[in-house]
């Protein structure tokens, strides 16, 4: 199976700083990467597809970068409304799917 | 309005079966491949299932294969997981996620859940 590993594993930062979330693959998995932002007792939601086509409907804040084994998730300008997990998941070997574990971004 | 609604989740004791089921509606259904994704309390998540448009083909984590079994009724719009020899571990919240197209294994549309605890 193909690992994900994110870093950090939490982050505290403040309304109106740049983030950048970073997620590692354990072999290369080209540029399909996917980037998941999931709020307290809420389903996940689907942000960034293919390591950097941002999904309908979500602010252009957000970004993302990478291909290969290192790929990054941006968030521009934090907004109340951006403090969440996120997780990031390689879809290269599907059917054998696997998520990174999580960085949780907590309010400073 | 794309929904996806799951169903079924009980509190089962160890080495039980269970039926979870998730009902779509607002799009083409069997024009997309659906996943099962559970995430255990306070954990990450974990990719349990996928089944293509049409049922013909089905896909299992290494942790549920030989236990569990997904399958569709393209008719009533609507997704399972049958759940077989049950473990504490299988305790979790369960959802279902439409897939962007025919086994991407992007997920797009996800329900809010349903939970099976696994306790004696």
């Known amino acids: 199976d193909i690992q994900m590993t994110q870093s950090p594993s939490s982050l505290s930062a403040s309304v109106g700083d740049r983030v950048t979330i970073t997620c590692r693959a354990s072999?290369?998995?080209?540029?399909?990467l996917n980037w998941y932002q999931q709020k307290p007792g809420k389903a996940p939601k689907l942000l960034i597809y293919?390591?950097?086509s941002l999904q309908s409907g979500v602010p252009s804040r957000f970004s993302g970068s990478g291909s290969g084994t290192d790929f990054t998730l941006t968030i521009s300008s934090l907004q109340p409304e951006d403090f969440a997990t996120y997780y990031c998941?390689?879809?290269?070997?599907?059917?054998?799917?696997?998520f990174g574990q999580g960085t949780r971004l907590e309010i400073k | 309005e794309v929904q996806l609604v799951e169903s079924g989740g009980v509190v089962v004791q160890p080495g039980g079966s269970l039926r979870l089921s998730c009902a779509a509606s607002g799009f083409t259904f069997d024009d997309y491949a659906m996943h099962w994704v559970r995430q255990a309390p306070g954990k990450g998540l974990e990719w349990v299932s996928l089944?293509?448009?049409?049922?013909?083909?089905?896909y299992y984590a290494d942790s549920v294969k030989g236990r569990f079994t997904i399958s569709r009724d393209n008719s009533k719009n609507s997704l399972y997981l049958q759940m077989n020899s049950l473990r504490a571990e299988d305790t979790a919240l369960y959802y279902c996620?439409?897939?962007?197209?025919?086994?991407?294994?992007?997920?797009?549309?996800w329900g809010k859940g349903t939970t099976v605890t696994v306790s004696s």
């Open positions: 998941q390689q879809s290269y070997s599907t059917p054998g799917i696997t």
């Open positions: 996620a439409k897939d962007i197209s025919h086994s991407s294994g992007i997920m797009d549309v």
């Open positions: 293919a390591a950097s």
């Open positions: 072999q290369s998995i080209s540029s399909y």
């Open positions: 089944i293509s448009w049409d049922g013909g083909s089905t």
